[in-house]
Nanobody, 125 residues
């Protein structure tokens, strides 16, 4: 059974940084994408960043390009989202996702089988 556990969320002021971590257990897939989604109150969930497990290509939604970096540590079954220059509009619940059939394109990540419980990120102005 695959379980994903996020950590690293919190409250910061605009311009600050946070690093989210996702720890996966029971996860042995090596041919899909994984990454991060977020959902703000009253808004639809959106793909933020994705990474191809094989090859390591990365994908980002336009609003975070140049500020967020996704990385993976396959040996530890973990992946990360380094978030710099945070803005109030980045405030959302962030979810890690695994075994995503597609990464890239406008949606960044699609058709993911496994999800974490979410970690809150709040950015104040």
């Amino acid at each position: 059974q695959v379980q994903l556990v996020e950590s690293g969320g919190g409250s910061v002021q605009a311009g600050g940084s946070l690093r989210l971590s996702c720890a996966a257990s029971g996860y042995t897939y090596s041919s899909y994408c994984m990454g991060w989604f977020r959902q703000a109150p009253g808004k639809e969930r959106e793909g933020v960043a994705g990474i191809a497990t094989r090859g390591g290509n990365t994908y980002y939604t336009d609003s975070v390009k140049g500020r967020f970096t996704i990385s993976q540590d396959n040996a530890k079954n973990m992946w990360y989202l380094q978030m710099n220059s945070l803005k109030p509009e980045d405030t959302a619940m962030y979810y890690c996702a695994a075994v995503c059939r597609y990464c890239g394109g406008e949606q960044v990540l699609r058709l993911c089988d496994y999800w974490g419980q979410g970690t809150q990120v709040t950015v104040s102005s």
